[in-house]
């Protein structure tokens, strides 16, 4: 399986971020969630939400309902958006394949490169 990121690098305070995971060598549809994390320095891996194979969303409670988790399953993709972003939203964004929820590590499942998100204030 592959997957990569894709959407604007840079983004200003207050707007939403919107990223596109591109899924190719896999069905969305079939088993597995569809992830998104992200990783800063000093912060770490923080898992921001997940849509499963049957359409369900799960979210980390953290983000405060600023996520959407979404997919079109004719493209075989699916989307995040984050709403109300700060300079704390900086991050190196990726999508994956994960058979977990949350996710805490990279090591397992499979993952995009990540893009880089530059929130300005």
Known sequence: VQLQESGPGLVQS????????????????????????RQSPGKGLEWLGAIGYTGSVYYNPSLKRRASISRDTSKNQFTLQLTAVTPEDTAVYSCGRATQRPVTTTSRGSWGQGTQVTVSS
């Open 14 to 37: 207050s707007q939403t971020l919107s990223l596109t995971c591109t899924v190719s060598g896999a069905s969305i549809t079939t088993d597995y969630y569809w992830s998104w994390i």
